[in-house]
């Protein structure tokens, strides 16, 4: 059985996306409430796995995970892309018509907008999470809430669906990594099927700097992805880049990597991992 940390309660996105990745496999999930709780733990158990957002294709990059990552000692070992469809949900018995108050994460409402304009007489609540928000009615027997979350919370926590699919951008997806302990990663990844890499890296406040870097990847045949930039804090305008790279060939991959270090400051692999490639 494979032991993951997720943020957030059973039935969340984070379980989804774990059930979803480790198919076939059975799974034990460890809730944590927040994302530095979730390292803290696997900080404490190497065994432990853990699954983190890192990317929304509408909000975008969660650029405290990116810290917490480049922080730790955890490695990458792969990656998942969900699509996020949101259910409106309520207790059994209970219709749209007699529905006062509607619950859920900030996001989750925001991505739910049309739906929810559609509703003008429907008091909307924030709450910190979504399947929180399931279980809270749940547990509670709140008449006349309805929660907005996943599939999955709803039938976890016994709601029944009252509209599916009403979030606004149907192409919404989010990216997930997979993380482990460093010591534990090479037992955990097949090498043969690595065609992606995580980097980490910064560069002299020069011009020119960066384009050198990407020009040395372009003639090693590697394709960026992402890249990422946050200020370092400390060093005035200097920053720090976080970019994703696919490759077809592993040994043109670790030469563009030789010819690139020379040229950066602080430079680390965050994981080289296979690249999610299923149809979205």
Known sequence: MKKVAIQGIPGCYHEMAARSYFTNEEVEVEPCLTFPNLFEKMSKDDSLLGIMAI???????????HELLRKSDLSIIG?????????????????????????????????????????????????????????EIQEKGLKGHAAICSRLAAE???????????????????RFLILADSWQRDDLINRQSINKAS???????????????????????????????LPI?????????????TFSDYTR???????????????????????????L
């Not at 976890?156 to 989010?174: A, C, H, P, Q, V």
């Not at 804090?233 to 790279?245: L, M, T």
């Open 55 to 65: 990317e929304n294709t509408i909000a975008g990059s969660l650029l405290q995970n």
């Open 79 to 135: 990656e998942y892309k969900l699509r996020i469809s949101h259910v409106l949900a309520a207790l059994p018995g209970e219709t749209l018509e007699n529905i006062s108050e509607i619950n859920s994460h900030p996001i989750a409402l925001m991505q739910c907008e049309e739906f929810l304009n559609q509703l003008p007489n429907i008091k909307i609540v924030e709450k910190d999470d979504t399947a929180a928000s399931a279980r």
């Open 156 to 174: 976890m926590y016994g709601l029944n669906i009252l509209e599916s699919g009403i979030e606004t951008n149907k192409r919404n997806f989010t």
């Open 199 to 229: 980097l980490i890296f910064t560069l002299p406040h020069t011009n020119g700097s960066l384009s050198k870097v990407l020009t040395i990847l372009s003639f090693y045949d590697i394709n960026l992805t992402k890249i990422q930039s």
């Open 233 to 245: 804090i400390g060093r005035e305008w200097e920053y720090r880049f976080y970019v994703d790279i």
């Open 253 to 279: 991959y670790k030469q563009s990597l030789e010819a690139i270090k020379p040229l950066t400051k602080d430079f680390k692999i965050q994981g080289e991992y296979a690249e999610f490639t299923e149809t």
